[in-house]
């Protein structure tokens, strides 16, 4: 796992998330240019997983194989399910879920790399 790409998705998470507080203090619904930030965000976890699968069927991976893959699932497959929600909702809960679903994926990346830097 390249450790710089982990450093930046949990930042880009991390200011996702700050985004979408700030949007829900101030009672706005999720805004088009956040959704795209979602996108974002969604594109670099597509790519780490997609990295992390390789060296795992290559044998570079942890021993612990089958956290890293609940890792990579629940990275990959969380945030769409919220965002396809909250595009259809449009309150400043919406807002919220995003917040606290891009929150809850930056200590999951973070996991990630601190699971994969252990079993290297």
């Given amino acids: 796992m390249i450790p710089a790409f982990v450093v930046v998705l949990v930042l880009y998470a991390l200011a996702l998330a700050g985004v979408c507080f700030w ?3 101030r009672d706005r619904p999720p805004a088009r240019w956040q959704l795209a930030w979602v996108i974002a965000l969604e594109g670099g976890l597509i790519v780490q997983a ?3 699968a390789v060296l795992v069927a290559r044998g570079e ?3 612990r ?3 890293v893959i609940g890792y990579l ?3 990959v497959f969380a945030l769409p399910a ?3 929600y909250a595009r259809k909702g449009g309150t400043r809960w919406d807002s919220l879920m995003l917040g606290i679903t891009a929150l809850v ?3 999951v990346i973070a996991r990630l790399g601190m699971t994969w830097a252990e079993g290297s």
């Fill in 23 to 25: 949007s829900t203090v």
């Fill in 50 to 52: 997609a990295i992390a």
């Fill in 61 to 63: 991976g942890p021993g």
């Fill in 65 to 67: 194989s089958a956290v």
């Fill in 73 to 75: 699932l629940t990275s």
């Fill in 82 to 84: 919220v965002a396809h």
């Fill in 105 to 107: 994926l930056a200590v």
